[in-house]
């Protein structure tokens, strides 16, 4: 049985996952036998796009090792299993009913495997892990929330205790003057007594805000200090910048702000918005309960409409080589979150793109149903993430 939250989980893993650059021991690899034109998008029948979503899924089922986890081969951190697992059981419990229902032996040995993990204390939990358990708990509360018909309601119950309780607040010691209050950071800071460092940030912030706002826990008080930290990771009121977009963490020139910053004389240093990071504050708000057409939602989703691109993460300057190699390593990334908000608004661009999407997703499926990022800036070339990412942005 495997004790405590030994949660091995890169940041590409979910950018629900974008912070982290290459810890652990990679192999090599050579890059995908298809790639997307930038040029012309592919074309693929429905009946295509579901046959590669099938094979993808039986990809993954394939991977599972005999424990129940999903181990990666590629990442020496990551293969005690646990964070791979999770972005795998979310991704299997985003099917379509008629798939799912072929996988609930192995979604249910993978959710068992992450469910030993809650057996122990919470501060000896924070204490073992070397990684990022908020992502994981919200992941995994996701997946239980989706699969409410099998149950799970003392761990469900558990998750979203220990989630809002790592919800950086007064209560913890942080003030609303803090840059990051009212977010939630990467270790799960907050479960233990006092303030927690943690890199907090707009990925793990919406992924825990989704699984919290899609369970009904979030409360007013909650809601109102997260809705406080997404407007400083928004553009949205600056003299200079004001085009709607989000970053990934309010201090501008922190290097995690991976497309840069924006210099005006005169004007406070800004960062500049980028197309993962406004996917996640999107949702992120949506989770909050902020109406469709408040204008931070509105702003956010022009600023999708005017960089409507699949072929590469919009916002990064190309000219940069390091943000070129982001825009490039988050990619798998980005079409999750992209399929997130054509979800959530139906008669948005995303939503329109959403053929396009799924043809360039089948296009760059490997021949043995995975697939893999030839960048390995954001780990997205350990396959069990970018095929797990895939499928997710494959369901309906």
Same mark, same amino acid.
């Given at each position: 049985?495997?004790?405590? =939250?030994?949660?091995?989980?890169?940041?590409?893993?979910?950018?629900?996952?974008?912070?982290?650059?290459?810890?652990?021991?990679?192999?090599?690899?050579?890059?995908p036998?298809?790639?997307?034109?930038?040029?012309?998008?592919?074309?693929?029948?429905?009946?295509?796009?579901?046959?590669?979503l099938?094979?993808?899924?039986? =990809?993954? &089922?394939?991977?599972?090792?005999?424990?129940?986890? =999903?181990?990666?081969?590629?990442?020496?951190?990551?293969?005690?299993? &646990?964070?791979?697992?999770?972005?795998?059981?979310?991704?299997?419990?985003?099917?379509?009913?008629?798939?799912?229902?072929?996988?609930?032996?192995?979604?249910?040995?993978?959710?068992?495997?992450? &469910?030993?993990?809650?057996?122990?204390?919470?501060?000896?939990?924070?204490?073992?892990?070397?990684?990022?358990?908020?992502?994981?708990?919200?992941?995994?509360?996701?997946?239980?929330?989706?699969?409410?018909?099998?149950?799970?309601?003392?761990?469900?119950?558990?998750?979203?205790?220990?989630?809002?309780?790592?919800?950086?607040?007064?209560?913890?010691?942080?003030?609303?003057?803090?840059?990051?209050?009212?977010?939630?950071?990467?270790?799960?800071?907050?479960?233990?007594?006092?303030?927690?460092?943690?890199?907090?940030?707009?990925?793990?912030t919406?992924?825990?805000?989704?699984?919290?706002?899609?369970?009904?826990?979030?409360?007013d008080?909650?809601?109102?200090?997260?809705?406080?930290?997404?407007?400083?990771?928004?553009?949205?009121?600056?003299?200079?910048?004001?085009?709607?977009?989000? *970053?990934?963490?309010? &201090?501008?020139?922190?290097?995690?702000?991976?497309?840069g910053?924006?210099?005006?004389?005169?004007?406070?240093?800004?960062?500049?918005?980028?197309?993962?990071?406004t996917?996640?504050?999107?949702?992120?708000?949506?989770?909050?309960?902020?109406?469709?057409?408040?204008?931070?939602?509105?702003?956010?989703l022009? =600023?999708?409409?005017?960089?409507?691109?699949?072929?590469?993460?919009?916002?990064?300057?190309?000219?940069?080589?390091?943000?070129?190699?982001?825009?490039?390593?988050?990619? *798998?990334?980005?079409?999750?979150?992209?399929?997130?908000?054509?979800?959530? *608004?139906?008669?948005?661009?995303p939503?329109?793109?959403?053929?396009?999407?799924?043809?360039?997703?089948?296009?760059?499926?490997?021949?043995?149903?995975?697939?893999?990022n030839?960048?390995?800036?954001?780990?997205?070339?350990?396959?069990?993430?970018?095929?797990a990412?895939?499928?997710?942005?494959?369901?309906?």
């Open positions: 049985m495997i004790r405590g =939250w030994h949660w091995h989980l890169a940041i590409s893993l979910v950018a629900m996952m974008a912070a982290c650059v290459g810890c652990g021991q990679r192999s090599e690899i050579p890059p036998e298809a790639s997307q034109s930038k040029t012309q998008t592919p074309q693929h029948s429905d009946d295509q796009k579901t046959q590669s099938r094979r993808g899924v039986e =990809w993954l &089922v394939q991977q599972q090792a005999a424990d129940g986890g =999903w181990h990666s081969a590629t990442y020496g951190q990551m293969q005690g299993g &646990v964070g791979n697992t999770a972005l795998v059981v979310y991704a299997l419990a985003q099917l379509p009913d008629s798939l799912r229902s072929s996988v609930q032996k192995p979604l249910s040995r993978g959710i068992d495997f992450l &469910v030993a993990n809650l057996e122990a204390p919470a501060e000896e939990r924070l204490r073992a892990s070397a990684d990022y358990p908020t992502y994981a708990m919200a992941l995994l509360l996701s997946a239980m929330h989706r699969l409410e018909d099998r149950g799970w309601p003392e761990q469900q119950s558990r998750l979203r205790d220990e989630l809002i309780a790592a919800q950086q607040r007064q209560k913890q010691g942080w003030t609303e003057d803090d840059s990051g209050f009212g977010g939630w950071n990467q270790t799960a800071g907050g479960i233990g007594d006092g303030k927690q460092s943690g890199n907090t940030n707009i990925s793990v919406c992924s825990a805000l989704q699984a919290l706002g899609a369970t009904g826990t979030l409360n008080d909650a809601t109102s200090a997260a809705l406080k930290f997404l407007a400083r990771c928004q553009n949205l009121g600056a003299t200079t910048t004001n085009d709607g977009g989000f *970053f990934f963490t309010p &201090v501008a020139d922190d290097p995690l702000n991976k497309a910053t924006i210099e005006t004389a005169g004007a406070p240093l800004r960062a500049r918005s980028y197309g993962t990071t996917a996640d504050g999107l949702c992120a708000l949506v989770a909050c309960g902020v109406p469709k057409d408040d204008p931070r939602v509105r702003a956010a022009t =600023w999708l409409d005017r960089h409507d691109s699949i072929d590469i993460v919009p916002g990064f300057p190309a000219d940069e080589s390091h943000g070129s190699s982001a825009a490039e390593g988050l990619k *798998f990334y980005y079409y999750a979150a992209l399929a997130r908000v054509a979800r959530e *608004f139906p008669e948005s661009r939503s329109k793109s959403k053929s396009a999407l799924l043809a360039a997703i089948v296009e760059q499926q490997r021949p043995d149903g995975s697939w893999r030839a960048c390995t800036l954001m780990r997205e070339d350990d396959p069990l993430i970018a095929t990412l895939a499928v997710a942005a494959m369901s309906p």
